[in-house]
């Protein structure tokens, strides 16, 4: 089992509509989670991070985390043609040193 | 959030040379740094975690002799690929992170292509 798993997708989603992205992790002592959002060719960029259980919102996006059934999302509400990109979930762990574990990413399509 | 810097973002090399990556945080004393290596359409694999003043620890199936890391100062990790061959082509990323629950900035990444 890999640590943090999501769906590679491709994902795709009229523009407009809502993109809903989501992961599970394994380490039941993570704390912190994360979104990131990574073009083509390019290194990942933060769009939400979240820590407590329950939503956190920042514009068109949610971040979800219910941490007794190890999982994670995020939503995408209103997506864009720019929204197109792989989002990759993200945990730390300090389990045999502290480290951040990514997914494998789930690539997104909004389509125009 | 902390400014990364890493040089170059692009090389080609011939097989069986060296290539030296450098990570630098501009605005932050970054004690650790971590390297990761991600292959096209493959997420980011950890590859070692960097200490400034002491030896990197590698994660499982990371050559430490093929991968040299060094970080000899607060704000300059490197990551030396030696004797590159065409399997190491890859896109290396360096990261710095706050205290242990803040997030990784990134830097912009080195595409390396071993002809």
């Known amino acids: 089992q890999k640590e943090v798993e999501q769906n590679s997708g491709p994902l795709s989603v009229p523009e407009g509509a809502i993109a809903s992205l989501n992961c599970t992790y394994s380490?039941?002592?993570?704390?912190?989670f994360f979104w990131y959002r990574q073009y083509s060719g390019k290194s990942p960029e933060l769009i939400m991070s979240?820590?407590?259980?329950g939503d956190k919102e920042d514009g068109r996006f949610t971040a979800q985390l219910n941490k007794a059934s190890q999982y994670v999302s995020l939503l995408i509400r209103d997506s864009q043609p720019s929204d197109s990109a792989t989002y990759l979930c993200?945990?730390?762990?300090?389990?045999?040193?502290?480290?951040?574990?990514f997914g494998a990413g789930t690539r997104l399509f909004v389509k125009a | 959030g902390a400014v990364v810097s890493q040089h170059p973002s692009r090389v080609i090399c011939k097989s069986g040379t060296s290539v030296k990556i450098e990570c630098r945080s501009l605005?932050?004393?970054?004690?650790?740094m971590f390297w990761y290596r991600q292959f096209p359409k493959q997420s980011l694999m950890l590859m070692a975690t960097?200490?400034?003043?002491?030896?990197?620890?590698?994660e499982q199936g990371v050559e430490k002799d093929k991968f040299l890391i060094n970080h000899a100062s607060l704000t300059l990790s490197t990551l030396t690929v030696t004797s590159a061959h065409p399997e190491d082509s890859s896109f290396y990323i360096c990261?710095?992170?706050?205290?242990?629950?803040?997030?990784?900035?990134f830097g912009q990444g080195t595409r390396l292509t071993v002809v």
């Open positions: 979240i820590y407590s259980n």
């Open positions: 993200a945990v730390n762990r300090n389990t045999g040193g502290f480290k951040t574990i």
């Open positions: 960097s200490n400034e003043g002491s030896k990197a620890t590698y």
């Open positions: 990261s710095v992170q706050g205290v242990s629950n803040t997030e990784a900035f």
């Open positions: 605005d932050f004393q970054a004690t650790t």
């Open positions: 380490d039941r002592g993570s704390q912190s």
